[in-house]
C-alpha cells in the first residue's frame, strides 16, 4: 500500500497430495498456479491495507477450486 504497486492475487490448487504423501519423494502431479487481475490500493493508509488485504482474499476463493 505505500508505494502503490499492484497485488496479484494468487490461488496454487492441486498440492493436497503434498501434504498427505509419507513417500520422499512424492509422487508427481499436477499443480495449478492461477493468478488474477491486479488490484491497485486507492489510498496509502492502515483502512485501505485492511480492505486490500480482504479483496485479495476474496479474489483468491473465487479463483480457486
Given at each position: 500500500v505505500d508505494t502503490g504497486s499492484p497485488v496479484y492475487?494468487?490461488?496454487?490448487?492441486?498440492t493436497a497430495h503434498l501434504?498427505?504423501?509419507?513417500r520422499h519423494p512424492p509422487l508427481r502431479k499436477k499443480?495449478?498456479?492461477i493468478?488474477?487481475?491486479?488490484?491497485r490500493p486507492?489510498?496509502?493508509d492502515q483502512r485501505e491495507m485492511v480492505?486490500?488485504?480482504?479483496q485479495?482474499?476474496?479474489?483468491i476463493a473465487e479463483l480457486g477450486p
Open positions: 492475487p494468487v490461488a496454487v490448487t492441486g501434504l498427505e504423501s509419507a499443480a495449478q498456479v493468478f488474477g487481475e491486479p488490484l486507492q489510498d496509502r480492505r486490500l488485504r480482504e485479495v482474499r476474496q479474489r
